[in-house]
């Protein structure tokens, strides 16, 4: 049995944060960003967007702008 005290810090402890975002180009349109630009989460990765309609596009269908591994479609090898 757990101590109350250790319950409470497994409670409080902090969410899983996302893998942050290393992208240079956006998924969905191919528009430079950098890292000011919006971000979207998507299956525990932030991916950089060059505006405001591409997380919608992203959160809809993300299978179609990124691999299995979750690197953008669009990465240059």
């Known amino acids: 049995m757990?101590?109350?005290l250790l319950?409470?810090?497994i409670?409080?402890?902090p969410a899983d944060k996302p893998i942050p975002a290393n992208n240079t180009i956006c998924p969905v349109l191919g528009g430079k960003?950098?890292?000011k630009s919006k971000t979207v989460v998507v299956r525990g990765h932030e991916y950089r967007i060059c505006c405001?309609?591409?997380d919608t596009q992203?959160?809809?269908d993300?299978?179609?702008f990124l691999q299995k591994d979750g690197t953008p479609k669009n990465a240059k090898k």
């Open 7 to 9: 319950s409470l810090l």
């Open 52 to 54: 405001g309609g591409c």
């Open 62 to 64: 993300p299978d179609k």
């Open 11 to 13: 409670l409080a402890a």
């Open 33 to 35: 960003v950098n890292p």
């Open 2 to 4: 757990l101590s109350p």
């Open 58 to 60: 992203m959160l809809k």
